[in-house]
């Protein structure tokens, strides 16, 4: 997997993926963009909802929507780190069982999502969720 950042004047950095997707990060704090920081929680909030979904969904779960609202906490001292950060997915549905999305959840927290799995070794990551029935 390969990628390349390009800076495009001032504070803006141009990303291209290997498959050609481009993303705009903002160094300024994001001001007009994600910052790099902000995009990190982005993928790992992106990494964990694409496998909460597919596995409610091969439980043959009636999701009808998923999100997830993200927080962290960075230190004080530079460089600012991430500490913590907590996860709190709100799934939709249909007869939605908390075990199957307590059971979702944890697998990828605990064994599929690649950006959790990295980040793991550095910051507290904590989940929980909340089943909205429609």
Known sequence: MKAQVKWIGEE???GTSESGHTIVLDANAGALA????????ISLGGCSSVDVVSILEKARQKI????????AKRVD?????????HLHFV???????AKHVERAVSLSADKYCSVALMLNKSVQITH??????I
């Open 12 to 14: 803006m950095f141009l």
């Open 34 to 41: 994600p910052s790099p920081l902000e995009s990190v929680l």
């Open 64 to 71: 009808k929507g998923c999100k997830v609202e993200i927080e």
């Open 77 to 85: 001292s530079v460089p600012k780190l991430f500490s913590d950060i």
């Open 91 to 97: 799934v939709e549905g249909e007869g939605i069982s």
């Open 128 to 133: 929980d969720f909340e089943i909205i029935e």
